[in-house]
């Protein structure tokens, strides 16, 4: 193996392994390294035969300890959806992200398992509040009885998803994900029914990365 410094980085997606496939685009691994190289002294291995990062070591800039971790797989989600959850008292829930409808949807049958108050979901596009435009695309149709109903779900979670409500008409967004309720608070659409909908700040709950994949 040879010893690059994460520095010299280059996108490249690594998918000739199909269960451990690996892309260096991926957003999580770059701030990952954004941030431990403001900490650490950053050392990547990379493989000879394709140059895939295999291990990361992080040397302590003050004793010198050092740690290495492993570089198993990534998931980059391009097409990202929530699963809405609605609990008997009308208490909405997030949980995701997931790659694509049919990774959240799946998601459902996890969720039935583990609460006795589950009264329904919806896979719903997740939008990225980066951009300030909402789509049509974006809306999701519900019955007016139950999005008369709705309101945030009081769990503890790290991070947020803000729900866009259009109670009149039977509708809702999801935008997010947002790290705080703060986060989510501030952010504004710039479309007329986004402004003018109630505003939902749900909890957002993670889902393995297995639950994930697309």
């Known amino acids: 193996m040879t010893m690059p410094h994460h520095k010299e ?5 690594y998918g000739t392994d199909s269960e451990h496939p690996f892309d260096t685009d991926n957003r999580a691994w770059r701030r ?9 002294d950053v050392i ?11 291990m990361l070591t992080l040397a302590d800039l003050h004793t010198g300890d ?3 971790l492993a570089i198993l797989d990534s998931l980059e989600i391009r097409d ?4 809405l959850a609605v609990h008997t008292g009308g208490e909405l829930a997030a949980h ?5 409808p049919a990774a959240a949807d799946s998601h459902a049958a996890t969720l039935a398992l583990d609460s006795t108050t589950l009264a329904a979901t919806r896979p719903t596009p ?9 789509p049509a695309t974006c809306w999701v149709d519900l019955p007016t009885d139950l999005a008369a109903a709705l309101r945030p779900a009081l769990d503890d979670a790290r991070t ?5 409500l259009d109670r009149t008409g039977g509708r809702l967004a999801a935008v997010g994900p947002f790290p705080t309720h703060a986060a989510a608070d501030t952010w504004q659409p710039d479309d007329g029914t986004g402004r003018t909908a109630d505003r939902l700040i749900v909890p957002l709950h993670p889902v393995t990365i297995q639950e994930a994949r697309p």
């Open 32 to 40: 990952l390294g954004d941030i431990a190289s403001e900490h650490f």
């Open 9 to 13: 980085f280059h996108p490249m997606r």
């Open 126 to 134: 997740l939008h990225d509040p980066a951009a300030t435009a909402l």
């Open 96 to 100: 995701g992200p997931t790659g694509g």
């Open 80 to 83: 990202p959806y929530t699963l």
């Open 66 to 68: 050092t740690i290495t």
């Open 44 to 54: 990547t291995w990379n493989r000879d035969q394709d140059g895939r990062p295999v």
């Open 160 to 164: 947020a998803v803000l729900v866009l």
